[in-house]
Structures are given as C-alpha cells and as structure tokens.
C-alpha cells in the first residue's frame, strides 16, 4: 500500500533542508495510523550530498486534543529512537552524546513547540536499562533522561522499561515540558530535591559492562563514572 504524503506545511516536512551540526536533515515522512499522526524516518547528508546509509531517527509524531480540554488544547508528541552513530560508506560519525545528537533533536522538537502541552519519548538500550534497575539512578542522569531535560522536558517522567511489542514498540522513557510557569516552578524544585538526593548518596563500587544489542562494541565502565 502507497504511504499518503503530508501537507506540504506540516512541521516535519518544514524540516527537510534544515542544517544541523554541518549536516542537512533529510525527513521521510508519511500519514500516520491514526488521525493527527505522522510516521517518520530521518537521514543525514554530509557536505557532499551523500545520505547516511541508514535512518539516525525514526519514530511517530502525533497531535491530539486533551480530553475535557473544552476549548480544543492541543498535546504535541514525539515517540523516536535515535541511532548511536551515522555511517557514510566507510565514515562513521558518533552521534550519541554529542551536539549534532542535540541539534537534530532540537529540531524535532520544534515540530510540535506551539502545542499547549508537549511530550517526548525516547528509547533507550541496555546502559540505561542496568542504571535505572540495577543502579537506581534517576532517570534524569541517565543520557535518554539527559537529553530530554536539556531539551526542556522537566516533569511526567515515566520510565516505559516492558516493552509491549509491536504497538507500543521498545523500551523508552518519557517526559514533558510545563505547560505554564506553574509547572515550571513545581517541576525544577522536584528534580532539584531528586539530583541532590542522587548526588549525596555514596558512591557504587566496581564496573560494569555495556553491549548494545547488534552491536560489536563492549564498553566497561566504572560505576562511579555512570
């Protein structure tokens, strides 16, 4: 079956072109399942014109209007999995904590900016699994939780870690952006009082190692560096 094309000003389409880190984003997108949806791949193109070999995004945009709203609020979301890195042929740029990683989701998050209320989910591998359930850490410091606070998501952290298969899709975490000041103020005081809990708790002996699935690379990690 034909994918149906989006308006051509539907916010993720705006975004083919748009330049991040030295690179130009290129947005595939498609009308979703369900009505408000969009579904989405996004590829990278270097200074050459060359096109990454496989998608650095994928995911789900949606726009719905909040139950008992009465006035017709609307609820932007994003529900994306990154890619750890890039490859050009035999070049391969490493993604995951870095400032393009922040620029291309940056620009994501653009696409639903003017909703009243706005959330994110992000899946996450098995670094962030092993901190979150066997190192108890916040999801704030994990690099999912990192990435989502420093692009404003400061409040309705879930941490989704079942996995319901093929509708809900994989592991993930999820946050939101205030809607008001009000729930800017609450929602910094609670992470506050999170972090420093976190921060003058004593430090986790020994190491730990990381395998992301389908991947070669084996990391070992002190914990106190986690």
């Known amino acids: 079956m034909a994918k149906e094309a989006l308006a051509k000003d539907h916010p993720l389409v705006k975004l083919r072109g748009r330049r991040a880190g030295g690179y130009t984003l290129e947005v595939e997108a498609w009308v ?3 009505v408000g949806q969009a579904e989405f791949v996004l590829h990278l193109k270097d200074g050459a014109g060359a096109r990454s070999d496989r998608p650095v995004v994928e995911g789900l945009y949606g ?3 909040i139950p008992g709203s009465g006035a017709g609020v609307e609820r932007g979301i994003l529900d994306v999995a990154l890619a750890r890195g890039a490859t050009f042929g035999a ?4 993604l995951r904590g870095s400032e393009l ?6 620009a994501l998050c653009e696409a639903i900016a003017d909703s009243w209320s706005v959330m994110m989910y992000l899946a996450y591998g ?3 699994l092993k901190q979150i359930q066997e190192l108890r850490h ?7 939780g990192y990435l989502l606070f420093t692009q404003g998501f400061r409040g309705g952290w879930k941490d989704y870690y079942y996995s319901e298969g093929w509708l809900e899709g994989p592991i993930k975490l999820k946050a939101e952006r205030p809607p008001t000041a009000e729930y800017r103020s609450l929602w910094d005081a609670e992470n506050a009082r999170i972090l420093l809990d976190f921060l003058e708790g004593p430090p986790t002996d020994g190491h730990m190692q990381f395998q992301e699935e389908g991947s070669d690379e084996k990391i070992v990690l002190p914990m106190v560096a986690i």
């Open 32 to 34: 979703g399942r369900f």
């Open 63 to 65: 726009r719905t209007i």
């Open 138 to 144: 916040p999801l704030q410091v994990t690099d999912e």
């Open 126 to 128: 098995w670094k962030t």
């Open 91 to 94: 070049t391969e740029v490493r």
């Open 101 to 106: 990683e922040q620029a291309i989701v940056g």
